[in-house]
Each structure stands twice: as structure tokens, then as C-alpha cells.
């Protein structure tokens, strides 16, 4: 009997990665990623890994946040503890003093952060409140070589431009999810609120850091539409989140997300957006578990360490022996 050979590898699939990472224009098609997300997870994670070394290399990153400003916010999101409309029995206090807030970046830094985001609550900060984050950043980059970030809300021209001159980095602001899918989420503004602070951040010359949480209900298609709005806005930055549901927010009783659906969608991002940062942020920990260092084979090539908003993080040092034993190289 003649030895079989099995067919192991979608030709579609090969032949939609040897593009990726022999042209960097190259962009496959929303329809063909939607017929990819019905594939096999090890093929497709395989594909994936090869991208991110092609435009990556073994190279990764460290973000670290704080939530700078907490509670009452007047946006009805609704998985954020944060939102006024929920009753999460969430903190709330009003932003925090600079001295505090350069304090918890040099703590982040010595323990590993290479980058440094204040995360405030609310639609828009005041100009006081912009004044007291300039002082901040400009703290933190006499204090350490921290890369700032900072994701306060919707933003001016004018707003962007004082951050720029300040020394921030990157401004980030994700769009949560899908157009398509966003009024099953937010109703309080409206989806091109959101893309217009992002373009503007970019206008000023700040980083742009935009993505959104996946587990929301959205379906495998409004996955890909969100990826690719992602390509045709250019952000620099793309931070991929899980859904942790929040007792008291609207999505408290949906199930969490799979582990190898949460390690596939970060796979089909990084093919869409093959030499974009690709950061795995919040609720990796209760939906991964066992698998957390699956998502750099998967695509990812930067990580948020430390606490998130109004929940925990695993210790930061536990991460950093993650990206060693992968054999990444930090920043």
C-alpha cells in the first residue's frame, strides 16, 4: 500500500499568509478572513507566529496602567464597571494628584513596564484636569525613560497638541468593538465620536493605540470588520481585551470567551494588521488561564502587566518570566 499523505494546511490559508509576509502592502479580504475564522486554531496559530516574526521579529513590549480618575462616568458601555448606568459599587474618586500618579509609574518601571498609560474615566477631562496630566508626563520623563500613554476620552485639537507638547507618547482610545455592533453597546455617543479622536490624536503626532474587547456577543464577522476598521484607520497600536464579566454591568451573566477563541481572534488580527503592535490587555487572565503565553505564538508581540482598571492582574514578575521562557526579547 502506497504511503498516504495528509493534506494537513488550508491552501487557502498558506497562500493568504506567504502574501502577508512576502508583501508588506498586501492585504487579504474581509470575506476571506471571515472563511478563515472557521479553520483549525493550530494552523491558523502556526501562520500567524511566522507574520509576527517576519515583522516583528522576537521583540516584545510592556504596558502598564493606572486608573488615574474613577467612576461616574456619564457613558452607558455596558461592560464597564465604571459607567453610571451600572451599579458595580465600583470606586469613585476625582483624578488623582500628580505626585501620586508619577509615584505609581517609577513602581511600574522597576517592574518591567516599558510604557506607562493614565486612564481617566469620563466622556472629556476639563482643561485643569489636562493641565495637571501634562505636569505628570512631564514628571515621569525626568524620573524614568517610561514611554507615556494616556487614554482620557474624547479629544480637541487643541487638547492633543498640549499632550504632544507635553512629552505623552501615544493616545489611546478604543472603539469597543464593531460599528455594526456598537449600539448593542453604548448609546450615549456615537461610533465616529470615537474614530475622530483617534484621527486627531494622530494629526497632532501622538501614537495612535485603538482596539476593543472581544466576547461582547459580537459574532466572528464583526471580529473581522473590527480588525479591519482597525487597517484602514492606521493605528500604530492595536490592544486586544477579553471580556471579564462585571457583576452589576449589563453583561454580567455572558460566558467568557473560550481560550482558543480568544488565541484564534488574536491570530486573524495580526493577518490583518501583520506590522501593527498587537497588545493583549484586560481579562487574559480569567479567559486564557493555562494558555496566557500561547498568545505571542498567536500573533500578539506586546503585553499589559500590573492591575487593570477595577480589577487584578496576576504579579508582574510572573509576566516578565513568561516573555524569557517564550525566548522574547523585552524592550
Not at 58 to 78: P, R
Request: glycine share 8%.
Amino acid at each position: 500500500m502506497g504511503k498516504q499523505v495528509i493534506d494537513v494546511f488550508n491552501k487557502k490559508l498558506i497562500s493568504i499568509t506567504e502574501k502577508i509576509i512576502n508583501n508588506r502592502k498586501f492585504s487579504p479580504s474581509y470575506d476571506d478572513m471571515v472563511s478563515l475564522t472557521g479553520e483549525d486554531v493550530y494552523e491558523i496559530l502556526i501562520c500567524a507566529n511566522k507574520i509576527r516574526e517576519r515583522y516583528k521579529g522576537q521583540g516584545t513590549f510592556t504596558c502598564s496602567i493606572i486608573n488615574a480618575k474613577s467612576g461616574s462616568c456619564s457613558q452607558d458601555c455596558a461592560f464597564c464597571a465604571q459607567s453610571a448606568y451600572n451599579k458595580t459599587g465600583a470606586v469613585t474618586y476625582p483624578l488623582m494628584n500628580e505626585a501620586d500618579i508619577v509615584s505609581r509609574a517609577v513602581d511600574m518601571y522597576n517592574a518591567g513596564a516599558d510604557r506607562f498609560s493614565m486612564v481617566t474615566s469620563g466622556y472629556m477631562l476639563k482643561d485643569r484636569e489636562i493641565d495637571t496630566i501634562c505636569r505628570a508626563t512631564e514628571k515621569i520623563r525626568q524620573k524614568t525613560p517610561l514611554k507615556v500613554c494616556t487614554s482620557l476620552g474624547m479629544l480637541t485639537e487643541s487638547l492633543a497638541r498640549r499632550l504632544k507638547e507635553s512629552g505623552v507618547d501615544t493616545y489611546h482610545h478604543n472603539l469597543e468593538t464593531a460599528r455594526s455592533y456598537f449600539a448593542k453597546i453604548c448609546t450615549t455617543h456615537d461610533y465616529d465620536e470615537d474614530i475622530a479622536t483617534v484621527r486627531i490624536a494622530g494629526s497632532a503626532g501622538l501614537r495612535t493605540c485603538s482596539g476593543g474587547i472581544l466576547g461582547l456577543g459580537e459574532t466572528w464577522e464583526q471580529r473581522m470588520e473590527l480588525a479591519f476598521t482597525l487597517k484602514e484607520m492606521d493605528v500604530d497600536s492595536i490592544p486586544v481585551n477579553f471580556l471579564n464579566p462585571i457583576p452589576g454591568t449589563r453583561m454580567e451573566t455572558r460566558s467568557l470567551l473560550p481560550p482558543m477563541e480568544a488565541i484564534k481572534s488574536i491570530a486573524l488580527f495580526r493577518m490583518i494588521n501583520p506590522d501593527k503592535d498587537i497588545t493583549i490587555c484586560g481579562g487574559r487572565e480569567v479567559v486564557l488561564k493555562d494558555f496566557q503565553s500561547w498568545i505571542f505564538l498567536a500573533g500578539a508581540n506586546g503585553i499589559m502587566i500590573g492591575d487593570y482598571l477595577t480589577t487584578k492582574g496576576r504579579n508582574a514578575g510572573m509576566d516578565m518570566e513568561m516573555i524569557r521562557q517564550m525566548g522574547l526579547k523585552p524592550a
